[in-house]
Structures are given as C-alpha cells and as structure tokens.
C-alpha cells in the first residue's frame, strides 16, 4: 500500500490573507508543517498543492515538492487533481495551518485503511473532545457528531449536539481538519457537485456525507494550533517558544 501526503495551500486564505507565509519561529507556518510531516517518515511521498507561485517557490528552495494546480473552493478538490498523476492507494490530507500536528494520529489514520479489508470505508479523519464552552461555541471550531461505530452523522459550526436534556452529560467533539482518502474516493469527491448544506456550512466533508460515503473519524487527545487567525498565529509562537503546552 502506497500512502503519500498532500497539503493543501492557497495564499489567499479569507480570514486571514499570507497566514502560510508568516514567519513562526525561523521558518513560514508552511515551511514548518511541510517538514514536521516529511520527518514523521511515515509516508512514500510528501507534496505541497498550491495556486500560489509564492507558496510553490518558498517550498522548492527549501528542497521540498510542490505541485501547482488551479484555483479550487475546497482543499479537497486541489489535492485530487494534484494526485490524479500520481500512483497512490492512500492520500493523506494535512492542513497547511496546523504545523504542530503529531505522528501518533496520522499512524492512526493509517491504520484505518489497513485494517479495511472490504475497502468500506471512503475517508478517515481526526476529532478531538471540546471541554470549555467558548470553544464549543467558536463557530471556527468545526463540531463533528458521530454514530456508535465511529462514523460521522454531521459536520456544523453550530453547537452540535443542542443540549435541550440537561439531565444527561453532553459531549463535543471538534473536527480536525486532517483526512485520510483512498485515491478513487478523492477522486469521486472532484466530480460531485457542491451540495446546499456543505455552501451554507463551509464544511467540505458534509459533501461526502450528502453523497452517502462514509467517513471513520478517530478520536485523538492531541492539542495543535490550527492558524485560522492572527491571534491564532501568536498562540502557534508561544508554542514553539515552549511557553505554553507541549509540542
């Protein structure tokens, strides 16, 4: 089995324009991420996907792949037609804004697909339990909601579950936005149509649920950063400064 990465990266990101050229520490943000993942060693390739000359030029002098494509809505869609030429059973899909993303989840994703015999499984990805209520309520922090063997039911920006029976404890789960994809289900993904509640959400993934392919999620205990704002960007420095938490 042949597992490859591919980061997504576009320059022009809406809430926060250049976030993967800013610089964290003494590299960009995608500079860092780009080589965090090539050093897990646990993939046969690893690429950049971009749009963006600037992006596609910080990684090759930097000794790393990068393959240009053209303008896409979602992540998704610019990894599968950076993959189509590409011999691949397994695309792993890291964001370019989380460059703090440990190996120990990305083995788990792995995982997934080698312990799929049947090939029933479309796509993997990571969740992570909310426990205070700001971040629950963070319409940034994508929630996800699962059904008892895993599988996500629904993706919302919203607070999913609504917690109307208060004698129950209730759960939140944020989606990390890492993905794992066989290639021919990548590659299905390209020729779906957007679908009405993937536009009103912004959420890429409910388009495989609305198109009734099924996505295994994992739950991790990892804490990154996902760089969505600039303050986002100051929280990402403390880290690698080790003042707060642990990479």
Same mark, same amino acid.
Not at 45 to 52: G, L
Not at 128 to 155: G, H, S, W
Not at 160 to 183: C, D, L, M, Q
């Given at each position: ?20 050229? /800013? ?12 080589? *965090? ?7 046969? +390739?690893?690429? &950049? =996907? ?11 002098? *930097? ?7 053209? /303008? ?6 610019? &990894? ?12 792993? *899909? ?7 993303? $440990? ?10 697909? $080698? *312990? ?7 796509? =993997? ?7 205070? /209520? ?14 008892? /063997?895993?599988? =996500? ?45 993937? &536009? ?13 392919? $099924? ?30 938490? +642990?990479?």
């Amino acid at each position: 089995m042949k597992i490859i990465a591919v980061i997504p990266a576009r320059y022009a990101a809406s809430r926060f324009p250049g976030k993967l050229m /800013q610089i964290l520490g003494d590299k960009t943000v995608i500079t860092t991420t780009y080589q *965090n993942v090539v050093e897990t060693k646990l993939f046969d +390739e690893v690429f &950049i =996907a971009t749009d963006s000359e600037i992006i596609f030029d910080e990684i090759t002098k *930097n000794g790393g792949k990068a393959v240009m494509t053209g /303008q896409h809505e979602t992540g998704s869609d610019r &990894i599968a037609e950076a993959v189509q030429g590409i011999d691949c059973d397994v695309v792993i *899909n890291v964001q370019g804004d989380e460059p703090f993303l $440990k190996t120990e989840p990305l083995k788990q994703l792995i995982e997934v697909f $080698k *312990n799929d015999l049947n090939k029933e499984i479309s796509l =993997a990805s990571l969740k992570i339990r909310l426990k205070n /209520q700001e971040e629950v309520e963070n319409p940034n922090n994508v929630k996800v909601i699962t059904d008892l /063997q895993n599988f =996500a039911m629904y993706f919302s920006r919203s607070i999913i579950p609504f917690p109307r029976e208060t004698s129950v404890e209730h759960f939140y789960y944020k989606h990390i936005g890492v993905y794992a994809f066989r290639k021919e289900a990548l590659l299905k993904f390209a020729n779906l149509e957007m679908t009405p509640l993937e &536009i009103s959400e912004k959420i890429e993934a409910i388009r495989y649920l609305e198109h009734g392919m $099924k996505i295994k999620m994992i739950e991790t205990d990892f804490i990154g950063v996902g760089i969505d704002v600039p303050e986002d960007l100051e929280k990402a420095r403390e880290i690698l400064n080790g003042r707060v938490g +642990e990479l």
